[in-house]
């Protein structure tokens, strides 16, 4: 029980909480084997912050398992039965990194305590007996630090999604200029992070992809309506001013510097395995790795969708022509990957949205 002062306050919503609580920020984590300690370490935090305790390691992993979003800052005894305080703490910092970490320890362990300092990612230790008021200024030092993180790292999530928000919203806008292309680079993202998961592409490397698929047209911004809406087929020189839209895509985001690594992806999603592709010509693994994807993806999607010229095509005709052509236009080992796959993308291509959240990395980066 928090030990609180007598003045009371009602809050918002009409709850009775004292003076004291509404002050209290943060929690400490105390673990202590023995009883004279923790009592003493209880009484020399209880007027700042909230307290919870436990009386060894194992206690102590369970009690921050139980209250990770709450903890601040841990303070732990060394000497301790069933588990050291370095080994408990060494343990507390793969389930929460950034929580502040501070050991209690006689003289004599100094040693094994340097050892462990980076292990335990420890914020600093203390000698025994400790005086309570040089704790306490440690602990404060503590929590600004746990407060400055903290902060850090909701900026960088903000920023994270605003990008995200930014990227889909240009893929959306261009979607919405072609009334028969709408929803493409949505779709040719999702085709592509399928095919790249599948293809087991690193952590990194599936955002980068993610982020290439939503931009792979955007250069389309730039031709006139009348070429990229034409019923009929293009003349000679339409056909060459939409050829320079992988080009125009990659000019349009080279200012950008953090899509920098996105652009081999996009500006070579019309290249050809055998290397009659555009804008370079460019054959085989020269072509980026992930515009490869893209084209395969793309490929997919412009066939089974409605075109002012032609009416969609089926699923398994689709599937039969990336088939086909294997080793030509397409890398052979990512067109058999995604003809293996094929229910996987049928699926995805009916219900677009439930499978863009299952496999986005992006998305998954801004709801975590
Ligand atoms: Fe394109």
């Known amino acids: 029980m928090l030990n609180v002062k007598n003045d009371f306050f009602l809050n918002s919503v009409g709850e009775l909480i004292s003076a004291t609580s509404l002050q209290k920020e943060h929690t400490i984590l105390i ?3 023995e009883i004279n300690n923790l009592q003493l370490l209880k009484r020399t935090f209880r007027n700042k912050y909230h307290i919870l305790t436990a009386s060894n390691g194992l206690e102590g992993l369970e009690v921050l398992k139980n209250n990770i979003n709450d903890i601040s800052i841990i303070v732990s005894d060394h000497k301790m039965p069933i588990m050291e305080g370095t080994k408990f703490l060494e343990e507390a910092n793969l389930i929460a990194p950034d929580v502040i970490k501070i050991l209690l320890t006689g003289f004599s362990d100094i040693e094994i305590i340097t050892d462990a300092v980076n292990k335990c990612n420890l914020f600093q230790y203390m000698l025994k007996p400790f005086n309570p008021d040089e704790l306490q200024e440690v602990v404060k030092t503590g929590v600004d630090k746990f407060d400055l993180v903290s902060s850090k790292s909701l900026i960088l999530k903000d920023l994270k999604e605003l990008f995200y928000k930014t990227i889909k ?10 009334p028969y292309t709408h929803g493409h680079s949505m779709r040719v993202t999702l085709y592509s992070i399928i095919l790249a998961k599948e293809l087991n592409v690193p952590e990194h490397d599936l955002e980068l992809i993610e982020t290439a698929g939503l931009l792979h047209d955007i250069g ?4 006139p309506e009348s070429i990229l809406c034409k019923p009929g087929k293009l003349d000679d020189n339409e056909y060459a001013i939409m050829k320079s839209h992988p080009a125009n895509s990659e000019r349009l985001i ?3 510097k953090k899509l920098h690594e996105v652009s081999p ?3 070579h999603h019309h290249e050809r395995w055998d290397g009659k592709g555009y804008p370079d010509g460019l054959k085989g693994e020269d072509i980026p790795y992930s515009a490869r994807i893209i084209a395969i993806a793309d490929t997919y999607d412009a066939m089974t969708s409605t075109r002012s010229y032609r009416k969609a095509l089926d699923h398994d005709i689709a599937i ?3 088939s086909k052509c294997a080793g030509t236009q397409f890398d052979p080992v990512m067109a058999q990957k995604f003809v293996e796959i094929e229910s996987i993308i049928k699926s995805a291509k009916d219900y677009p949205e439930e499978y863009y959240l ?4 992006l998305y998954k980066e801004i709801i975590d």
């Open 31 to 33: 673990v202590d084997d």
């Open 320 to 322: 039969n022509e990336i």
């Open 254 to 256: 080279a200012s950008i």
């Open 220 to 223: 389309k911004i730039a031709i």
């Open 169 to 178: 919203s240009i893929a959306s806008a261009l979607d919405a200029k072609d």
């Open 358 to 361: 299952k496999y986005s990395t």
């Open 265 to 267: 992806g996009v500006k």
